[in-house]
């Protein structure tokens, strides 16, 4: 792991960006990212911290892999912002190519979760299983240390129910059966997808007033169809906060009508 990811959260957090500001000098002149300069080994059983929530003891030392979001931060910031999202789509493809890397966009899941994008993160941390599974993981739940498996299970149970549902076996067979339905999923797959799992997100949405127009599959299937590409895309994973997200949408847009 980047060695400046361990240490105290004031003292990470303030490494991570400065990696960040070194990341854009190189992107400037060659439009590349360097590597780290320094890495270290996780030794085995030691705790990773890979979501803030989980981070309650900042003063003490600690692998604070969440914070490798730091570096887009001040490699995004050193560029003033220009062609932010291309360059976080260019920093998180460099990344993916490195165990912990992999596993960090896996984890955080930032926009986009398309079917597309969710494959590219799901293969890229299946293929570093092995040395990522000798480390124990802190991630929402305080206290709750989890082996690569369980972080896997908690951080992409929706992934595992809208396209692996149903299916037995072990979670890395059932990643790699959602990853590859995922990464062929055409429009139509999606849509069956998305039409199946909006009424499960329907209970964790709050203060709906349109809430039984929106718990009809006739009606979420015509909206789901009438989207237009770049929303299609973005909801096609089936992350719940996205469906969420669109439900409200949908909410807001019957009560104008």
């Known amino acids: 792991m980047p060695s400046f990811l361990r240490g105290a959260w004031l003292a990470v957090s303030g490494m991570a960006r400065r990696e960040g500001e070194r990341c854009a000098a190189q992107y ?4 590349s990212f360097p590597a780290p300069r320094e890495l270290s080994a996780v030794p085995p059983g030691e705790v ?3 979501h803030e929530v989980a981070d309650f003891q900042r003063e003490r030392p600690a692998w604070r892999l969440y914070l490798l979001s730091n570096v887009l931060e001040g490699l995004c910031e050193a560029l003033d912002w220009r062609n932010a999202f291309q360059v976080s789509d260019l920093y998180e493809a460099f990344r993916r190519e490195t165990p912990w890397g992999a596993l960090h966009a896996a984890v ?3 926009a986009p979760r398309s079917t597309e994008r969710t494959a590219l993160r799901l293969r890229s941390v299946l ?4 040395p990522l599974q000798s480390a124990r ?3 929402k739940t305080l206290g709750a240390v989890l ?3 369980g972080l896997l299970e908690a951080s992409h149970d929706w992934a595992l129910q809208a396209w692996c549902p149903m299916e037995d076996g072990p979670l890395r067979t059932r990643l790699e059966m959602a990853a590859e339905r995922m990464a062929h999923a055409t429009r139509e797959d999606s849509e069956a997808v998305l039409a199946r799992e909006m009424p499960r997100a329907l209970p964790h949405a709050k203060g709906l007033k349109h809430r039984s127009r929106l718990a009809d599959p006739s009606f979420v299937r015509q ?3 009438a989207l237009d590409p770049a929303s299609f895309e973005r909801m096609s994973g089936a992350c719940t906060s996205d469906l969420l997200e669109t439900l409200y949408d949908w909410d807001r847009e019957l009560e104008a009508s």
């Open 127 to 130: 293929r570093f299983w092995e």
């Open 108 to 110: 955080a899941q930032e």
């Open 48 to 50: 990773v911290v890979v």
């Open 223 to 225: 909206r789901v169809a």
């Open 147 to 149: 082996t690569l498996e």
């Open 28 to 31: 400037l002149r060659e439009g």
């Open 137 to 139: 993981y802190l991630y």
